[in-house]
């Protein structure tokens, strides 16, 4: 096709659309708000293509990758970032703690949160940064409590390994519906081991689920004798909204959503008991950060996520996660399935329950 001269002088006018590294973060940040950590990543990763000397779009793809569970490599940004612009940065310091604790370098965890809050006392993450001080220190506990309670099994007239296996049995007892089977396995561990607090956890939801309300004294009881236990708050953030006691409830919730375990099965369970208690939003939040491996093994979590995601109204997300859970073999997901299909779904049907 032959141009006019008019054409030509339109043709040599056209500026070409470049695209910044401005534009691509941006794009990012609205990817990164939707939830599409993927695509959130691949955008970050052009912007700082683009821009290389922005460090505010290095320590977002930094801290985009820490929530798909790449830590390391969140780290080699975040310290290229310190090196090439100094303390200014501070903020990355309070990052690489993060990343150090799902790691568990928690000696790192701890120099890196600190030397944060030296730098930006009364920043934007310095409560968030002795929060994360304060867990570690609790984890610690728990852990030199974990070892005293090894030594203390083996005074006992048993082994340990009965014990351990019969805790074992009791857990598997009430994880299939038969908590008045695990009830005396139970009370026969705390009587040999008073200060057995797993043990007076799942006695309390045994009793619970088997209608006696001492239950509520039992579990506060752990709380007096061991301030802060996780599950002993699970517990009662749980009994109480099943009581439909919600004023009594939100204290134990509060405190479980300001709980961000570094062990998996502890991050596992708080996502789980804040989709109990409707907390949904926090769940999804928290199950996206399970490694995918780990999610495949546990489909009810699967099942928890696409509770969530319904009742936030992102209904593709939530009937995407029921297949994949109804596939594992998760029989909850695989009724609401059933009920989407047969177009009788209500709201009301769709609750996640613990037990």
């Known amino acids: 096709m032959n141009l006019t001269p008019e054409n030509e002088q339109e043709n040599r006018n056209v500026i070409p659309f470049y695209r910044s590294g401005d534009?691509?973060?941006?794009?990012?940040?609205i990817a990164y708000r939707k939830n599409h950590l993927k695509r959130a990543v691949k955008l970050f990763e052009r912007a700082v293509k683009l821009t290389?000397?922005?460090?505010?779009?290095?320590?977002?793809?930094?801290?985009?990758?820490?929530?798909?569970?790449?830590?390391?490599?969140?780290?080699?940004?975040?310290e290229m970032v310190l090196t090439n612009h100094g303390d200014d940065q501070s903020e990355c310091y309070f990052f690489m703690a993060n990343n150090y604790a799902y790691l568990g370098?928690?000696?790192?965890?701890?120099?890196?949160?600190?030397?944060?809050?030296?730098?930006?006392?009364?920043?934007?993450?310095?409560?968030?940064?002795?929060d994360l001080l304060d867990l570690m220190q609790v984890e610690q506990n728990e852990a030199e409590a974990d070892a005293d309670d090894e030594e203390d099994w083996e005074s006992?007239?048993?082994?340990?390994?009965?014990?351990?296996?019969?805790?074992?049995?009791?857990?598997?007892?009430?994880?299939?519906?038969?908590?008045?089977?695990?009830?005396p396995i139970l009370?026969?561990?705390?009587?040999?081991?008073?200060?057995?607090?797993?043990?007076?956890?799942?006695?309390?939801?045994?009793?619970?689920?088997?209608?006696?309300?001492?239950?509520?004294?039992?579990?506060?009881?752990?709380?007096q004798e061991d301030e802060g236990n996780l599950f002993a708050l699970c517990n009662l953030a749980v009994f109480y909204t099943m009581k439909d006691n919600e004023l009594s409830a939100a204290p134990f919730i509060d405190a479980i959503k300001r709980i961000y375990p570094?062990?998996?099965?502890?991050?596992?369970?708080?996502?789980?008991?804040?989709?109990?208690?409707g907390h949904y939003e926090q769940v999804i939040g928290r199950i996206m950060r399970v490694e995918p491996f780990i999610l495949e093994r546990e489909p009810d979590l699967f099942?928890?996520?696409?509770?969530?995601?319904?009742?936030?109204?992102?209904y593709e997300k939530a009937l995407f996660y029921w297949r994949r859970a109804g596939k594992l073999g998760n029989k909850s997901a695989a009724e609401i399935l059933e009920k989407v299909e047969q177009g009788t779904l209500l709201a009301r049907d769709v609750e996640y329950h613990l037990w």
């Open 187 to 223: 009370q026969d561990i705390i009587t040999e081991h008073p200060a057995c607090w797993s043990a007076h956890n799942h006695l309390a939801e045994a009793l619970f689920r088997l209608g006696d309300d001492s239950a509520f004294e039992l579990s506060r009881n752990v709380l």
């Open 303 to 314: 099942h928890c996520l696409a509770v969530a995601y319904y009742h936030t109204d992102q």
């Open 52 to 78: 290389d000397q922005e460090p505010v779009f290095h320590v977002q793809l930094a801290a985009v990758l820490s929530e798909i569970g790449q830590y390391e490599r969140s780290n080699d940004i975040l």
């Open 105 to 130: 370098l928690f000696e790192k965890a701890e120099e890196a949160a600190k030397r944060y809050m030296v730098l930006t006392p009364g920043g934007e993450f310095f409560k968030d940064a002795g």
């Open 23 to 29: 534009y691509f973060f941006h794009r990012g940040i």
């Open 156 to 183: 006992f007239d048993l082994s340990s390994d009965e014990y351990i296996i019969e805790h074992g049995r009791a857990r598997t007892l009430l994880r299939d519906g038969k908590p008045e089977e695990a009830l």
């Open 262 to 277: 570094l062990d998996i099965e502890h991050h596992m369970k708080v996502a789980q008991v804040l989709a109990a208690v």
